[in-house]
């Protein structure tokens, strides 16, 4: 079985671009996380789907981000625009049942 | 925020029980104690999880004090890829009105010597 994929592995920007960021889930897992870790700092939690719908985006930063899950099957996480202080890993993580959540190898965001 | 308390980092020589312990003073009744661990530039991965017993599964051991307040993780024979950040982490049984995230504290860095 598939493990959560994200893409890309890497990613360099200039500050003030735009970059999507990409997670698919475990086939089946209807719960979807965004999470990320910034230089120095602790994971944080960013947001929860239940497949489509947004449950809890209490962890998203600012309104320079924005994730979707059309159709419940991926996500995206746009960052619009980028600042220095987004960079950091981004990890997704799926779920089947809430106890077990299943994290991909994360996203390494550098604003230059 | 994180309500655990975990040593910043362990040794363990390979081949040895490495025993992480976590305090989690303040532990709920209806919360569940989780041990995830993230291996160098991997996402986290989760370990074990209990409520009041003990649980053994492949990976570990989760000893969990008769008063909740504080538990260890047990892997009975470390080995050097067993290296990585362990996170002890509480949370209410889900659902929960905070959408079921998990708290990452900082962890302990445990470092299996040869």
């Known amino acids: ?112 | 925020d994180a309500k655990t308390t975990q040593p910043p980092s362990m040794d363990c020589a390979e081949g040895r029980a490495a025993n992480l312990p976590c305090n989690h003073s303040t532990i709920s009744g209806n919360e569940y104690v989780y041990w995830y661990r993230q291996i160098h530039s991997q996402g986290p991965q989760y370990i074990i999880h209990g409520l009041k017993n003990n649980e053994t599964n492949e990976m570990a051991s989760l000893i969990i004090t008769e008063d909740r307040k504080s538990s260890t993780l047990i892997l009975p024979h470390a080995t050097l890829r067993d290296t990585a950040v362990y996170y002890c982490i509480v949370r209410v049984a889900p659902p929960t009105l905070d959408g079921n995230q998990f708290y990452f504290g900082t962890g302990t860095s445990l470092t299996v010597i040869p």
């Open chain 1, 1 to 112: 079985e598939a493990g959560v994929t994200q893409f890309p592995s890497h990613s360099v920007i200039e500050k003030g671009q735009t970059v999507t960021l990409r997670c698919d889930p475990i086939s089946g897992h209807d719960n979807l996380y965004w999470y990320r870790r910034v230089m120095g700092k602790e994971i944080k939690f960013l947001l929860h789907f239940v497949k489509e719908s947004k449950q809890d985006e209490s962890g998203m930063p600012n309104n320079r981000f924005l994730a979707e899950r059309t159709g419940g099957t991926y996500s995206t996480l746009k960052v619009q625009p980028a600042e220095l202080e987004d960079s950091g890993v981004y990890f997704c993580a799926s779920s089947y049942r809430v106890n077990e959540q299943f994290f991909g190898p994360g996203t390494r965001l550098t604003v230059l």
